[in-house]
């Protein structure tokens, strides 16, 4: 039998079993019991393609990646894990729960799809045969005639030929009757997008630019496909909530900039979200037993060890064995 050569947690003071002391402190009993309460509700939202146990372990270890999210009302964490599991993506993978400021100065959590969260919510609408949105280089052919509809484009590598500069974006959905919409979008028009958002200079804008932009460039072309009335609520939600969250100090600036550097100060909230990398869905188990390994009885702990030194342990058996571990945290706070 093939075994992990990364070392399983040890019962003595070693960096994961720090780790497990920090996940289990993370969030405060009051969410902890929300979720519990929530999650028969989510058994029943989430498409056939997505575990039940696969999503509970990722929704875990999304509230206990980021810090803030314990500072966010519970209703907000709520709603955050509804819409996830309404629009069938996955905490992590194809969207991150981001705190945010409201007005009131009270942190709110925001459920924020990725790019390819997005190509998911367009595919479960059940109208597409593919969505996609890609930048365009020098070097690469594109061709876009609305008339004709003529659309191709076939990138720089494919030709031979080296990567010049990023000349612009485009979005393109296909729908199941054939028909293709293609939306361009210019570098200029992207940038513009892009100051509007909560974290322009930091965050995804800067360490996922292209993603980001893809991402931009598809919500655009979305218009043509007619989405679920909550699917597309949730999108314009998003949108708005990127079109006016935005930081003081250019608030501040736009203020000088029309009325002059004399004009009085406004008071606005920062509303700066975090970030953390996306998790593969096959670590998402094993960080969950990991993280609780420590504070387990004798005989569930053993099950974690031989899963965790198995490499041919199956995610469906990993993510059931993580639901345990959950349950019984659970059942230990009840």
């Known amino acids: 039998m093939a075994t992990r050569t990364a070392p399983v947690p040890q019962t003595t003071g070693t960096a994961t079993a720090k780790t497990a002391v920090a996940r289990a402190d ?59 599991a309404t629009l069938g993506v996955l905490p992590g993978r194809d969207c991150h729960l981001l705190p945010f400021k409201n007005k009131w100065g009270k942190y709110e959590s925001q459920c924020i799809t990725n790019y390819f969260g997005l190509v998911l919510t367009l595919e479960r609408s059940g109208k597409l045969a593919k969505a996609f949105a890609h930048p365009v280089y020098e070097g690469d052919e594109f061709v876009l005639d609305y008339f004709a509809d003529d659309f191709k484009h076939i990138p720089y590598l494919v030709r031979g030929k080296e990567p010049g500069k990023i000349l612009f974006y485009y979005g393109a959905v296909k729908l199941k009757d054939g028909v293709v919409h293609v939306e361009p979008m210019s570098l200029s028009e992207i940038d513009s997008i892009r100051k509007r958002a909560p974290a322009h200079d930091q965050g995804p804008w800067v360490t996922d630019l292209i993603q980001m932009s893809r991402k931009t460039a598809l919500r655009r072309v979305t218009k043509f496909v007619r989405l679920t009335p909550q699917q597309q609520e949730y999108l314009d939600e998003e949108e708005a909530l990127e079109r006016s969250d935005i930081p003081p100090e250019r608030h501040q600036k736009n203020v000088r900039d029309l009325f002059g550097d004399d004009a009085d ?62 349950d019984h945290l659970d059942h230990q706070e009840g």
């Open 26 to 84: 993370m969030l405060p009993s009051v969410m902890t019991g929300m979720i519990r309460e929530l999650m028969p509700d989510i058994r029943n939202l989430l498409p056939t393609d997505i575990p039940y146990e696969q999503f509970r372990a990722a929704l875990w270890l999304e509230l206990t990646g980021r810090a803030k999210l314990q500072e966010c009302t519970v209703p907000s964490i709520r709603a955050s894990a509804i819409k996830a």
């Open 265 to 326: 100060p406004i008071d606005v909230t920062p509303t700066t979200p975090e970030e953390r990398p996306s998790r593969p869905t096959a670590t998402l188990w094993r960080d969950t037993l990991e993280a609780h390994y420590e504070g387990l009885p004798e005989a569930l702990k053993e099950q974690c060890r031989a899963a965790l030194e198995n490499t041919e342990t199956s995610e469906s058996d990993g993510f059931a064995l993580a639901s345990a571990v959950l």
